[in-house]
């Protein structure tokens, strides 16, 4: 794989990964509470993070670099993260 194009996969996950948290941010800020708002701007978050992580997985196929699986691995807290304050704020 080219340099040019791993350091476009990486910089690309990284922008993605960001947006999806400062949407989930910007949405509990304006919700105040509201389950649909949040549940909207959860659902917008996790679906970035997901489109960061398969692109990382299939330019992991391609040609195998520590920083895809490392990148997939901080994308996956991520979400995780997200799903836990969800569930500790609405469901419990």
Known sequence: MDEHKMRKVVVL????TLLAILFFI?????S???ILLDLVYYILSIVLMLIS???LYNNNKIQ???I???LML????FMALLTFYM???HFA
């Not at 996950?13 to 993605?16: F, I, K, R």
């Not at 910007?26 to 304006?30: E, K, N, Q, V, Y």
């Open 13 to 16: 996950s990284l922008a993605s």
């Open 26 to 30: 910007f949405g509990r800020t304006i």
């Open 32 to 34: 105040k509470g509201n």
């Open 53 to 55: 992580v398969l692109a």
């Open 64 to 66: 195998s670099h520590k």
């Open 68 to 70: 895809f699986r490392y």
């Open 74 to 77: 901080v994308n996956v807290l």
């Open 87 to 89: 569930v500790n704020n």
